[in-house]
């Protein structure tokens, strides 16, 4: 192979990069909003939603909405930028165990049994680490399996001590 070809295919592979990073993007500002959603949804119809309430899922909107902006503009475009895709697995464990946390404190989710918690978070978990495989990089794909294995044991590590 020339070498013209092979930073040819470098370059395509970079750009596919970016794309599916953008795309993954979109997968996740989509997923959040619905899940702060039927947040709201469900603390509604438990009689649980107060003032306090609606801050709370109002401020994580603004805050998600902004970190899903700075991913959108940074993956916009032909810039490779090659952390991305880490800090995007990284935020999505990141934002994965807030999530577990805060279900674990949510007033309207006592009523669920803590397995049932904690296995639908494993699964998410594993979900996540499968959306690596669409990044086209291996070293991506240990990072994030490391990352989630990480995850899951904080997850279990909760789940005993508060059993």
């Known amino acids: 192979m020339k070498l013209s070809e092979d930073t040819g295919l470098n ?7 970016i794309q599916v990073e953008h795309k993954l993007n979109i997968i996740r500002a989509w997923a959040v909003s619905f899940l702060i959603a039927m947040d709201v949804i469900i603390a509604g119809f438990c009689g649980k939603l107060n003032f306090r309430l609606i801050l709370v899922f109002g401020g994580l909107g603004c805050l ?13 475009g032909n ?15 990141l934002l994965t165990l807030f999530v577990f946390i805060a279900y674990r404190q949510a007033h ?7 397995e049932s918690i904690v296995s639908h978070f494993i699964i998410l978990l594993i979900l996540i680490n499968l ?16 990352l989630g294995f990480l995850a899951g044991l904080f997850i279990l590590l909760r789940y005993i001590q508060f059993s």
């Open 11 to 17: 370059q395509a592979v970079k750009e596919r990069e």
């Open 108 to 114: 309207f989710f006592q009523n669920v049994p803590d």
């Open 131 to 146: 959306l690596s495989a669409l990044r086209y990089s291996k070293s991506t794909i240990i990072y994030s399996t490391g």
């Open 64 to 76: 998600f909405s902004l970190y899903f902006f700075i991913v959108h503009t940074l993956t916009s």
């Open 79 to 93: 810039v490779y930028r090659y952390w991305i895709k880490y800090m995007t697995v990284t935020s999505d464990y």
